[in-house]
C-alpha cells in the first residue's frame, strides 16, 4: 500500500516562501513511469495542478505558478519537496502530494492534504 502523508508550516507571511515535504512510503519514488505531483485547492474553488518530478528527476509546472514553483527530491529519505515563492493570499489552500501513473496519466495515491493559510 503506497501511502504519501504532507507536512510542512500552516501559516505563511505574505511575500514569503511556502515550504510544503510529502513523505512516501510503500513505493520508491524512483520507481519507473511514476510521476510525484502538488496539486492544491482553494477555499470553494477546484483542484490546480501545480507541477511534478518524475522517476528521473526531471520537473515539470503548471505555466501559470512556473516563475514561483520549484519541486525537489531526496531520494535517501524517499521524500519531495514544493517550493512556492512571493506567496500571496491567493495561494491560501490544502495542498495535496499525489502519484501519478505514467501508464494511463490518473492519480491513484493522495495524501490526506494540508491547509495553508497565507496571512500577515
Known amino acids: 500500500q503506497v501511502q504519501l502523508k504532507e507536512s510542512g508550516p500552516g501559516l505563511v507571511k505574505p511575500s514569503q516562501t511556502l515550504s510544503l515535504t510529502c513523505t512516501v512510503s510503500?513505493?520508491?519514488?524512483?520507481?519507473?513511469?511514476?510521476?510525484w505531483t502538488w496539486v492544491r485547492q482553494p477555499p470553494g474553488k477546484g483542484l490546480e495542478w501545480i507541477g511534478y518530478?518524475?522517476?528521473?528527476?526531471?520537473?515539470y509546472y503548471s505555466p501559470s505558478l512556473q516563475s514561483r514553483t520549484s519541486i525537489s527530491r531526496n531520494t535517501s529519505n524517499n521524500q519531495f519537496a514544493l517550493q512556492l515563492s512571493s506567496v500571496t493570499p491567493e495561494d491560501t489552500a490544502v495542498y495535496y502530494c499525489?502519484?501519478?501513473?505514467?501508464?494511463?496519466?490518473?492519480?491513484?495515491?493522495w495524501g490526506q492534504g494540508t491547509l495553508v493559510t497565507v496571512s500577515s
Open positions: 499525489a502519484r501519478l501513473a505514467g501508464s494511463n496519466w490518473s492519480f491513484d495515491y
Open positions: 510503500g513505493d520508491s519514488i524512483t520507481a519507473l513511469r511514476f510521476y
Open positions: 518530478i518524475s522517476y528521473l528527476g526531471n520537473t
